[in-house]
């Protein structure tokens, strides 16, 4: 494949920046995101260099810019980490939200830098597509400061930087599709039709999945006992193991998420939307052991035939599968601190991957690698 003219799409996801390490005064225990120089030399490698210009037609020249498309892949933005007034509100409203924007900005300023500095660069534009963490990107007003504060001209609407609230995926060239992935598990379905909820309230509230709540009211009152209780996947075989190592703790924890899931499932609320249908399928899929949407991913590669990669990221899990017929499953995993229980990959890990997806004409290879540092920037990942 010949780089002097491709074109390429960068694809990170499940970043969950919050309100910074300090937030409201002091030490602030819902921040996962620990990256913030890395990540910043991230974005400047791949908006200079062989990423910057194409060569020129003589030695020592450049030619055009090189196209890079910065797709944020859901869960970059954390708000159901971020407390309002001290407190995880279940009822989102607007106000609430930009309230939490504006945190989340303040408390990565150099990363906010970053990506203006990488959109503001001939080339390169940013496109984020929604997640369950980030549901607040639902309002226009969020999406607008957001885009205001990467755009190099302060614009909105603006042609480099696009924030997606109508669709949950992208189609591009190669037959590559992204998506985040969450739209597979029933516990974390958004609507995207009916993204706020606007009857019996004074004002609208998002309308967010049945998982969001329980981070919210459940999981986020737990880490100040068990800081790790977000960071351990798979849940089930940290229960199992909690049993014999932490059952006190681990007997509260499953009966506190068994009453809150019966509590919210089962009356009605004008906050939220409960049907039957979705708690059966929620039901349903707590049987797997393991949840790394690789059935999900080759069923979508199979209902067409032009598909050749999907990319999908939700999950946390690096992912990359190629299958006998030649097509392709990658999950970009996280860039915070995983505590893996999976024997596929045990232990504590930092990882920092992303998907880099190379175009040429109609041609698109597809790589999933891991950001090293400045001076050997990134490599093909190998698990």
């Known amino acids: 494949m010949d780089s002097s003219r491709s074109k390429y799409k960068v694809i990170i996801s499940d970043c969950h920046l919050s309100a910074g390490k300090f937030f409201e005064g002091q030490l602030n225990p819902h921040e996962d995101f620990y990256f913030d120089d890395e990540m910043v030399e991230f974005f400047d490698h791949f908006s200079n260099g062989r990423y910057g210009n194409h060569p020129g037609p003589s030695a020592g020249t450049t030619g055009e810019p090189v196209d890079v498309e910065l797709i944020i892949n859901g869960d ?122 606007t009857n019996y309230l004074e004002k609208p509230v998002l309308n967010i999945p049945w998982g969001s709540f329980y981070v919210l009211k459940i999981i986020n009152r737990l880490k100040w006992e068990r800081e790790f209780i977000d960071k351990v996947r798979p849940i089930k075989v940290f229960v199992l193991f909690g049993m014999i190592l932490d059952p006190w703790f681990t007997i509260r924890f499953v009966a506190l998420s068994s009453f809150y899931f019966i509590k919210t499932r089962f009356t009605r609320s004008p906050k939220r939307r409960a049907s039957w249908k979705v708690t059966m399928d929620i039901l349903r899929q707590e049987t797997k052991m393991f949840l790394d949407l690789e059935e999900e991913a080759r069923m979508v590669l199979d209902e067409r035939e032009d598909l050749k990669t999907v990319i999908f990221g939700h999950t946390h899990r690096p992912m990359n599968k190629i299958y006998p017929d030649g097509k392709q499953y990658i999950n970009t995993g996280t860039w915070t601190k995983m505590i893996n229980l999976d024997w596929r990959g045990l232990g504590q890990q930092f990882r920092r991957t992303f998907a880099l997806v190379q175009i040429e004409g109609d041609t698109a290879r597809c790589e999933l690698r891991q950001w090293a540092g400045e001076h050997s920037p990134h490599k093909v990942y190998n698990g």
Request: net charge negative; aromatic share 12%.
């Open 76 to 197: 970059y933005f954390d708000y159901l980490n971020v407390p309002y007034q001290g407190e995880f509100e279940e009822a989102i409203t607007e106000e609430i939200a930009l309230y939490k924007t504006e945190a989340i900005i303040a408390g990565h300023p150099q990363v906010m830098m970053a990506l203006r500095r990488f959109a503001a660069l001939p080339g390169k534009k940013i496109t984020y597509l929604i997640g369950n963490h980030d549901a607040d990107l639902f309002f226009e007003k969020v999406r607008e400061r957001i885009t205001r504060e990467w755009d190099p001209q302060g614009q909105y609407p603006s042609e480099k930087v696009k924030l997606i609230a109508d669709q949950d995926r992208l189609l591009y060239e190669g037959g590559v599709e992204v998506r985040h992935g969450n739209q597979f598990e029933a516990t974390n379905i958004l609507n995207f039709e009916q993204p706020l909820l």
